[in-house]
């Protein structure tokens, strides 16, 4: 198959922002593609050789990925330089170079194929050592001295990990229901994405066995799980009363959480980004090893810091010197740490994910041999507000945040955000309304003290049914200068020339970012805004949601991927309360 294919489709993608056209672009293409080549190019298409959970990347610095440009198109340093400065984006720099040259010259007798770009991909991708630069450049040469200029733009983003056709996972999902079954199997296809985070491997099964094999996939140790989530209310009695009167209560604990996946004597931990965090937490990869009854387990729980001297437990603060890249033998030393247990996902060869609340806890406590380091988390059946009230007092004593409240007949809902867990915290009472990670989409040059410098940023909350970021605030309170220093080091690699097609926004910025950061956010209080895009419409006619007076708490939210920031639906149900409770 020609890579001038698939580049043309993505280039197609490149050209719309509607959700549907990008489905209908890719369903169409998927349609005609063997079960092999579909895996590879959905990979592809979201800028990458492998599911999103493989920690080996591609990522060629832009200089290196120039350098070959200029070799193959025979360009000198200074227009390079000018280019650059110009464009800012090494693909749209190969097109052109690639664009002028083939002008002058119609040599490019041999066309390029997928498969030798994936080879040299996997070459790239290998490359380590001494003359690995030299290597990497060599190889992706090869590539761009056949391509066309269409290809080129592509080939060269994808190696500095910058795609951005715009096809989310979502995205990717509606096009194979569409090519491969119907609406009705869109469920099951996308639980399948759940319970595996591959969605090549989806692509593929589809491809060869269609809907039913797909249903019949099963979670494995190795592909992580994307995480349940929680949804939030702001009292004791309102948890009670959407549980139907009685809920498991556990202590929520303010650390990092894991999945762990056990099998005999290899064990991978994974954060709910899906990174590999099994270095991060060596200690806690072994005694899970050594505390498994099981052959095979994938098991989560929470990770916190713990006080050498008196065991009590740490903020979160602590816990975050185990997320570093180097120096981990040291970190592992002076802040040991301990895992609090809360839910089992596959025992032996069970799926446990079917099964409810209750049964998973026993499961959970069956499976494992306690020990001072590996725990469950403290556990209550509640059916009274006291009794909530006393539990919640109990775990701010015991310096977690708050409490998870778990429906017990629930089964585990796999990369879902529902009421079956419902959190709330302490910062709840504190504030008027609670806090809110929210992504930030824009920013706004500073002013004054801020000359020079970013000022505010654009905030948005994340529209799961859309696919999309709508706005909700402007935020320029709670930053102190290191942070504000720090905010170009921390937003630029994320810099768009226009507005991402997945952000909603009337606002206008100064400059646009991709949506990636998370920030943690409180605020007065939610109103209607005539400004902000999130829930446009839906509680008022021509108005949106926005937040009043909103302040950066300090915490930049880095365990969290962009879609698993504040829902618009989250917004709307917090805004109908806060207003129930002024009544
Ligand atoms: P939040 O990050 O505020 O959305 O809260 C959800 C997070 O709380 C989960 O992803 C876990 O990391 C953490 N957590 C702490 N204790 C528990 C628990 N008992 N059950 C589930 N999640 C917990």
Known sequence: MLFSEVADVFNRLEGTSSRLEMASILSEFFRTLDPEPLRNIVYLSQGKLHPDFYAQELGMADKLVLRSVAFVSGTSEDSMSDLWKKEGDPGKIAEILIKNKKGQMSLFAEELTLDTVLKNLTLIENSSGRDS?????????????????????????????????????????????????TKDDRPDIERAFNITCDLGLVAET???????????????VANPIKVMLAERLPSIPLILDRMGGICAMEFKYDGIRVQAHIDKDSVKLYSRRLEDMTSNFPDIAEELRKRCKAEKAIIEGECVAVDPKTGSMLPFQAVTHRRKKHGMDKAVEEYPVKIFMFDILLSDDTDMTVFSFEERRSKLSDTFDLSDKVQLTEMEVVDTPEKGEEFFSKALSMKCEGIMAKDPGSIYRAGSRGFLWIKYKKDYEESLTDSFDLVVVGAFHGRGKRAGKYGALLMAVFDDEMGKYRTVCKLGTGFDDAFLAGLPDMLDEYLSKDRPGTVDAQMMPDVWFLPTV??????????????????????????????????????????????????VNE???????????KN
Do not use: W
Request: net charge neutral; charged share 30%; glycine share 8%.
């Open 518 to 567: 998370v920030l943690e956010v409180v605020a007065a209080e939610i109103s209607l805004s005539p400004i902000h895009t999130a829930a446009l419409g839906i509680v008022k006619e021509d108005a949106g949601l926005g937040l009043r007076f909103p302040r950066f708490t300090g915490r930049v939210r880095d365990d969290k991927g962009p879609e698993e920031c504040t829902t």
């Open 133 to 181: 630069q030299d290597d990497k450049m060599k190889y992706l040469s090869q590539m761009l001295r056949y391509s066309n200029p269409i290809e080129a733009r592509y080939i060269c983003r994808i190696v500095t990990g910058r795609m951005r056709v715009g096809a989310g996972s979502m995205t990717i999902l509606d096009a194979l229901s569409d090519a491969f079954g």
């Open 571 to 581: 917004v709307i149900e917090m805004y109908e309360l806060q207003n129930r409770e």
């Open 206 to 220: 589809l491809a060869k066995g269609g809907v039913d094999s797909v249903k019949e996939m099963k979670v494995t």
